[in-house]
């Protein structure tokens, strides 16, 4: 069982970048889905979350109106739209796996329970 993100990398400011978390050994349709990040010396922050229905997104504060969370069944993977980036978007990221569908919106990362690798992702100025 595990989450495999990919599709990091270098985009300019105001640019976009899509990154993706493939699951395996889980359907994504079961479970409420989420992405954190991480910048160098901070604490991982949530991101975004998708329903186990996939009938509700909520996103965090700084990135509501520039990403967007979606999730492709037939490909069991959930992905992050990222528009209008900016520097301050410089971070690892991270999927997470909610097995227990529980409180929702969940934005605390230790409610989550399974959690791929980060993919970089780096916005320059």
């Known amino acids: 069982v595990q989450l495999q993100a990919f599709g990091g990398g270098w985009v300019p400011a105001g640019g976009s970048l899509r990154v993706s978390c493939a699951a395996s050994?889980?359907?994504?349709?079961?479970?409420?889905m989420g992405w954190f990040r991480q910048a160098p010396g901070k604490e991982r922050e949530f991101v975004a979350a998708i329903r186990w229905a996939g009938d509700n997104t909520y996103y965090g504060d700084s990135v509501k109106g520039r990403f967007t969370i979606s999730r492709d069944n037939t490909e069991n993977t959930v992905s992050l739209q990222m528009n209008v980036l900016k520097p301050e978007d410089t971070a690892d990221y991270y999927c997470a796996a909610d097995f227990h569908r529980g409180l929702w919106p969940q934005t605390q990362r230790d409610a989550y329970d399974l959690w791929g690798q980060g993919t970089q992702v780096t916005v320059s100025s």
């Open positions: 050994g889980l359907t994504v349709s079961s479970y409420n």
